[in-house]
């Protein structure tokens, strides 16, 4: 079956972009199709997607990995540095490194563990929360935007991957 994608669309074997999409109504070639194929294509799209959304950051312009912490906290609550380590997947020195950066600009504060006066806690400011809800609020908009160009055939394309990507993420 030939590509349904004008000749300037189409994508050489190796150059590492996806293949256009085809239009509405048209099917999509079988070899696209293969676990191998669209595995790849699969992961350039999203890593182009997350890239996008994470250009979209609130006030304080913080990196992903900073970023992150606050949202531990914001749906956790207060964890030890040990823990958010840990959730994080990260060593506990970077991760000290982290919560003291975040804690200078106000958006975590250190405070004693509630049982355990040698240990410290890490909370959420108001403004470590304001910044997660800035950041989330950005993010969101722009993928609103863009989904206001697919029509509605599309996005119910789309919900549909997207309950197929919380499964895969599930594993």
Not at 59 to 74: K, N, R, Y
Not at 133 to 143: C, K
Not at 146 to 157: I, N, Y
């Amino acid at each position: 079956m030939p590509n349904p994608a004008p000749p300037a669309a189409r994508t050489p074997a190796g150059a590492g972009a996806p293949a256009a999409a085809p239009s509405s109504g048209t099917s999509i070639p079988r070899n696209r199709t293969r676990p191998g194929a669209l595995g790849g294509e699969l992961r350039v799209a999203l890593t182009r997607v997350s890239r996008q959304l994470r250009a979209q950051r609130g006030e304080a312009d913080l990196p992903e990995g900073q970023f992150g912490v606050l949202t531990v906290l914001h749906k956790h609550g207060e964890m030890s540095p040990g823990a958010l380590a840990e959730h994080e997947r990260t060593k506990p020195p970077a991760m000290t490194r982290m919560v003291n950066t975040l804690a200078e600009l106000g958006l975590v504060e250190k405070v004693e563990h509630p049982t355990d006066g040698r240990q410290v806690v890490v909370r959420l400011t108001d403004a470590g929360a304001r910044e997660v809800v800035e950041t989330r609020r950005r993010r969101d908009a722009w993928l609103t935007q863009q989904l206001s160009h697919l029509t509605p055939d599309e996005r119910e394309t789309l919900a549909r991957a997207t309950d197929l990507l919380i499964r895969i993420a599930a594993r």
